[in-house]
Each structure stands twice: as structure tokens, then as C-alpha cells.
């Protein structure tokens, strides 16, 4: 639950769903992200920083350029999972998945032994 709390917190600032946006469709490094804000490079960063914390982007190199790209599967399920914690009607069903993951568990265990 914790990892859900640094998500939503990251989520909870317009720059960084706003930055979210900018990296839906193609991978942009801190330079090209800034552009597109009226706030300095370091604080563009420290969004960054906060995105990636919460594991919503990734980062990989490029030459000198760090690039940023969207973790969307994570994203999708963290906010997935935590409706799921909170809607009535999905708590049943969730439970009912927990019960058939043990069992089928049980049966691999039993076939390995």
C-alpha cells in the first residue's frame, strides 16, 4: 500500500501529470521536458525525480542525455489495484481471485512434489 501513497502523491501535482502527458507517446530527456514549463531545469528534475520514485517513468541513457518514458503497465495497475481496494462491488471479486491464486498454487506444489 505504501508504493500506492508515493504514486498518487506524484500524481497529486498538474506539472508532473502534465509530464506524464508529454512522455505518453515518445521519450524525451529534462531539457525537452522543460521546454514545454515555465520553471527551471532543477525543478523540472526534482518532478522527475518524484515520477521515478514512484515508478511511474523510467530513465535510460542516451549518449550524455538522460531520456524519461512512461512505465504505463505500472501505472495502470497500481491505479487499478487501488480502486480495487475501494470499490465494493470489486472487493468480492478480488477476494474470490486471492482464493483461486492459493489453489492453483497448492496444485503446482502438488504436481512438483
Same mark, same amino acid.
Given at each position: ?8 502523491e =506524484? ?9 506524464l %502527458?508529454y512522455? $505518453?507517446?515518445?521519450?524525451l530527456? =529534462?531539457?525537452?521536458? %522543460?521546454?514545454?514549463?515555465?520553471? @527551471?531545469? !532543477? ?5 522527475? $525525480?518524484?515520477l521515478e520514485? /514512484?515508478?511511474?517513468? @523510467? $530513465?535510460?541513457?542516451k549518449?550524455?542525455?538522460? &531520456? &524519461? ?9 497500481n491505479? &487499478?489495484?487501488?480502486? =480495487?481496494?475501494f #470499490? !465494493? #462491488?470489486?472487493?468480492?471479486? +478480488? +477476494?474470490?481471485?486471492? %482464493?483461486? /491464486?492459493?489453489?492453483? /498454487?497448492?496444485?503446482?506444489?502438488? +504436481?512438483?512434489?
Amino acid at each position: 500500500m505504501i508504493r500506492k501513497v508515493y504514486i498518487f502523491e =506524484a500524481l497529486s501535482s498538474h506539472v508532473r501529470r502534465r509530464i506524464l %502527458a508529454y512522455l $505518453s507517446q515518445t521519450d524525451l530527456n =529534462a531539457g525537452d521536458i %522543460a521546454k514545454h514549463f515555465n520553471i @527551471s531545469k !532543477p525543478t523540472v528534475s526534482r518532478h522527475l $525525480s518524484v515520477l521515478e520514485n /514512484a515508478e511511474l517513468i @523510467s $530513465s535510460h541513457r542516451k549518449g550524455q542525455f538522460i &531520456y &524519461y518514458h512512461l512505465n504505463r503497465d505500472h501505472l495502470v495497475s497500481n491505479i &487499478y489495484d487501488f480502486l =480495487a481496494d475501494f #470499490c !465494493p #462491488c470489486s472487493r468480492r471479486y +478480488k +477476494k474470490e481471485s486471492k %482464493a483461486l /491464486a492459493k489453489s492453483q /498454487a497448492k496444485e503446482r506444489n502438488k +504436481k512438483h512434489e
